[in-house]
Structures are given as structure tokens and as C-alpha cells.
């Protein structure tokens, strides 16, 4: 079945700075890379996606790039703000997302430091 | 829409009771899931369901059951807990759209708020 790696597992960055969370993974069929955003004490919230057509997509300060060959894709956040602080999961999908589900990797904490 | 809902938020069990954890959506979603997160296992599927009548076991399905006899919900039972089922579970659902041209299907998972289950 599908493996997915993330790392760092944790990340400390100045507000203000860059954050970039990284993920591999290995059945070269998958075809859906969701990024979810999970706070304390609440489930998994949608930040971004993207599919395998695509390379890059950018939604404000939240940027997601693919890379088939390598079966890895990235999460960037720019101009990272107090609110950004949280754990932040990548997942990949052969079925294009959610008809047999998600795999996950294990989560980077993020901390944003004043 | 109320979105995913899930009951309840805690619960605590012995050894070898069994229980059953409530998820509701009001998307009408085809799609649901459930999964359970460990501390630095991330999340892993339990059980899903492509639509009303219709389940299939994920990675983890030992020691859980479920059924669909509604598109609005989805339940899961613990027959006879263990402590190792000790955990945060959670419930997605989610639609599917096929996109211009039916190349593929795009689907989006919604999550609900998680049920906290202490087994001792």
C-alpha cells in the first residue's frame, strides 16, 4: 500500500519567516495531495490540495508544489503569523481522494516564535 | 449545514465493554470514513464507505465494525475494547465531483470535531 514520510516532525520558525514541510511517498499511482491543518483538541481542517495534473498552486500566504518524478510534494508558508502555530499533516490518495480514503504521514508541529 | 458531527466527545470503558461511536453529516455526502490518531502515528483509516449499504475495511479494521444504512451516518463499534484501542478517532466525509471532461473524480474530506476513547 501507500507509504508517506513528512518531515521535519517538528519546526520552529520566526514570525515573519518562511516554513516549508516536506513529503514523500511510493505508489507512483497516487494522484490527490491534501495538506490539513489540526489545532488543538479539533479534527483536521482542509488548507490546501492538489492534484497530479498539476505542479504548484498558491492560495494567499499557503503554496503547494509537486513533484511526480520524485514523488514528493511541499508545503510553504510565507510570512508566517502567531495564528500559524499548529500541526499540519500531508496525505496522498490513489483514488483521487476520498473514496477509499487518505494516508497520511505522521504530522510536523509547527511553532511560530514571536 | 451542522458538517460532521460526532458523539460523543469522551468517553472512558473497561476492558472488554463495547460501545458505539456516532457520525452524522448533513452534506449529503457519498463518502465516510473513519480514522484514529495515535501520538506520532498520524491518522490511519479504520473502515470506509462509498455510499449507503456499502463498506470496506481500511488499514487498521481489527476489533471495530461498521455499517451504513444512511447516507446521513455512519457508526463505529468496539465489540470488546482493549486497551490498545486507547485513542483519538475521527470522521470524514466527503463528496465527489467528477471534473470537466471525466478525467477524475475530485473529492474533498471534512472532518468532525473527534471522539477522545481512554480504554482501561
Known amino acids: 500500500g501507500e507509504n508517506v514520510e513528512q518531515h521535519p516532525s517538528t519546526l520552529s520558525v520566526q514570525e515573519g519567516d518562511s516554513a516549508v514541510i516536506k513529503c514523500t511517498y511510493s505508489d507512483s499511482a497516487s494522484n490527490y495531495f491534501p495538506w490539513y491543518k489540526q489545532e488543538l483538541g479539533k479534527g483536521p481542517q482542509l488548507i490546501i490540495d492538489i492534484r497530479s495534473n498539476v505542479g504548484e498552486k498558491k492560495d494567499q500566504r499557503i503554496a503547494v508544489t509537486l513533484n511526480k518524478t520524485a514523488k514528493h510534494f511541499s508545503l510553504h508558508i510565507t510570512e508566517t503569523q502567531p495564528e500559524d502555530s499548529a500541526v499540519y499533516f500531508c496525505?496522498?490518495?490513489?483514488?483521487?481522494?476520498?473514496?477509499?480514503?487518505?494516508?497520511f504521514g505522521k504530522g510536523t508541529h509547527l511553532i511560530i516564535q514571536p | 449545514n451542522a458538517g460532521v458531527t460526532q458523539t460523543p466527545k469522551f468517553q472512558v470503558l473497561k476492558t472488554g465493554q463495547s460501545m458505539t461511536l456516532q457520525c452524522a453529516q448533513d452534506?449529503?455526502?457519498?463518502?465516510m470514513s473513519w480514522y484514529r490518531q495515535d501520538p506520532g502515528m498520524g491518522l490511519r483509516l479504520i473502515h470506509y464507505?462509498?455510499?449507503?449499504?456499502?463498506?470496506d475495511q481500511g488499514e487498521v479494521p481489527n476489533g471495530y465494525n461498521v455499517s451504513r444504512s444512511t447516507t446521513e451516518d455512519f457508526p463505529l463499534r468496539l465489540l470488546s475494547a482493549a486497551p490498545s484501542q486507547t485513542s483519538v478517532y475521527f470522521c470524514a466525509s466527503s463528496y465527489s465531483l467528477t471534473a470537466s471532461g471525466g478525467a477524475f473524480n475530485q473529492e474533498t474530506q471534512y472532518f468532525g470535531p473527534g471522539t477522545r476513547l481512554l480504554v482501561l
Open positions: 496525505a496522498a490518495s490513489t483514488s483521487g481522494g476520498g473514496a477509499d480514503g487518505l494516508t
Open positions: 452534506m449529503n455526502h457519498e463518502y
Open positions: 464507505s462509498v455510499g449507503a449499504g456499502i463498506t
